[in-house]
T-cell receptor, first 117, second 111 residues
């Protein structure tokens, strides 16, 4: 299957600083990528849909200025957590959709464990 | 509103004890039903996509089936390495075609 690479896998940062997470589609072009947040023992919560060359679409309740998303190319989307606080500590996962004619598959990155201290 | 519900929430099996996980969905025009495996601290690993009722797909000890209202993930003679959380998700044929996830089934297979 297609490969989605997410980096870094773990990051610890101080309160008030910003952290950037990268999501790359390695062997395909992804016009749309998705960013999720996952709390312990919970399912994935969609944060935003990232479209190449345009503004991201955020889910209700997700702060646009806190979670900056950039999708500058067909293979790279980034999520920047700005002015991070301990409550932003979580597991963040990106996903890319692949369309094969009428069929669709969705692949996920390895996830990033963010700890804000 | 599109919804996906998984049961049971947790399942403990002995090695070799076959069972099934359930995923019920209410989606406006199903475009695809997905199954993923997720290990702790990792992103979901793609297993299957099913598109229409009656469709079945197999991979090693796993077999996924789909009806108009639900999907089953059958695990035949599981091994301890099959222990993981299994997630089901659906895409509707509307809007941005977002994946709607169930809450998952935590599977533990004991030797």
């Amino acid at each position: 299957g297609a490969v989605v690479s997410q980096h870094p896998s773990r990051v610890i940062c101080k309160s008030g600083t910003s952290v950037k997470i990268e999501c790359r589609s390695l062997d395909f072009q992804a016009t749309t990528m998705f960013w999720y947040r996952q709390f312990p023992k919970k399912s994935l919560m969609l944060m935003a849909t990232s479209n190449e060359g345009s503004k991201a679409t955020y889910e209700q309740g997700v702060e646009k200025d806190k979670f900056l998303i950039n999708h500058a190319s067909l293979t790279l989307s980034t999520l920047t957590v700005t002015s991070a606080h301990p409550e932003d500590s979580s597991f963040y996962i990106c996903s890319a959709r692949v369309l094969w004619g009428m069929n669709t598959e969705a692949f996920f990155g390895q996830g990033t464990r963010l700890t804000v201290v | 509103e599109d919804q996906v519900t998984q049961s049971p929430e947790a399942l403990r099996l002995q090695e070799g004890e076959s069972s099934s996980l359930n995923c019920s969905y209410t989606v406006s025009g199903l475009r695809g039903l997905f199954w993923y495996r997720q290990d702790p601290g990792k992103g979901p690993e793609f297993l299957f996509t099913l598109y229409s009722a009656g469709e079945e797909k197999e991979k090693e000890r796993l077999k996924a089936t789909l009806t108009k209202k639900e999907s089953f993930l059958h695990i035949t003679a599981p091994k301890p390495e099959d222990s993981a959380t299994y997630l089901c998700a659906a895409i509707a044929n509307t809007g941005f075609q977002k994946l709607v996830f169930g809450t998952g089934t935590r599977l533990l297979v004991s030797p």
